[in-house]
């Protein structure tokens, strides 16, 4: 059986160090980079309760610095799972390795996959993809995504509008410079 | 709400000629009920088919893509002119107003966000040109 966990605030950090050192499951562990460059990696470990201990204190160490999501960079993170694992629990490292693609490009890459039938069922509204799936969709876009949010929370996942028609979006406006004399 | 509350106004300082405008507060998802949220000007533009907020916001709340689309400025006609844009969703509120959940993208100045009609048409807009006036309400008021 394999524990899938993806954080994505501090709060469920100490439910996950806590279940991690009560658990001898495998344990994958799942991060995400800056909302600017969505990528994941993947973690897998095959745990003793001593050896959780050793990640939830990585974990709660890593949950104290300055982070909004686990207490490091992406890539801080990374080399630190990198040369701290392998180091203390070689033979548990299963892999460690970049995930192909973000819970967004996923779901991107399944409705362009699905976009014929997506549209039949959805043409004008906005629809929530998850897990190779459409979690909700509604045509009001914060309907849909309030119940996302209670759903899951929140996370990087595709939302499109759905519609066949090709889309021309503008900005209409024009706006003169800015000038600094007329800032209040 | 009676409808002539004034929760919107024109400005005279970021925009000239005056421009309709409202304050916006934007808060993460994640902390709704942040007593600190990013507050600005925010343009009520009928010209934008979806509201934008400076990138520096979009960094700041650490925002989460949800789309891409492609988008071009008022001159914008053959294909070139039109690029890629992210969307992020976010927490919207208009002080007195029931919060929304809207889709956003960025824009490079900071001076104010812009109000598209992604969350205007679901106000209900008077304009008060001669008078600098602008009211709004929405369908769905806090009571």
Known sequence: MKTKWAFTEPRNFDDIASTIVRSKVPFELLTRRSTRRPMTCGLTLYLSSGEATLLRDFLVKALHADNWQLGATFEQLVQLLAEYYPLACPEHVMRIEPATKSAFEEGKAYYERNKESLTRRFEGQYIAIWESDVLDSDASFSSLAQRVYEKIGYVSIYMPFVTSKRRVLRFESPERRWSKANAP | ?143
């Open chain 2, 1 to 143: 709400m009676p409808p002539d509350i004034e929760l919107s106004y024109y400005s005279d300082q970021l925009f000239d000629p005056p421009a309709p405008a409202v304050m916006v507060e934007l808060r993460s998802p994640d902390y709704p009920n942040s007593a600190d949220p990013e507050r600005l000007v925010g343009l009520l533009d009928s010209g934008a088919f979806i509201s934008a907020i400076p990138e520096t916001v979009i960094e700041k709340l650490h925002l989460h893509k949800i789309d891409e689309i492609e988008a071009g400025d008022y001159n914008a006609e053959e294909e070139k002119d039109f690029r890629t844009v992210p969307v992020y969703w976010i927490h919207l509120t208009v002080p007195y107003l029931e919060p929304i959940w809207a889709r956003v993208i960025p824009k490079k100045p900071k001076s104010h966000a812009t109000v598209g009609r992604n969350v205007i048409n679901d106000w209900l807009l008077t304009l008060d040109g001669p008078k600098l006036k602008a009211y709004l309400k929405s369908i769905t008021e806090i009571t």
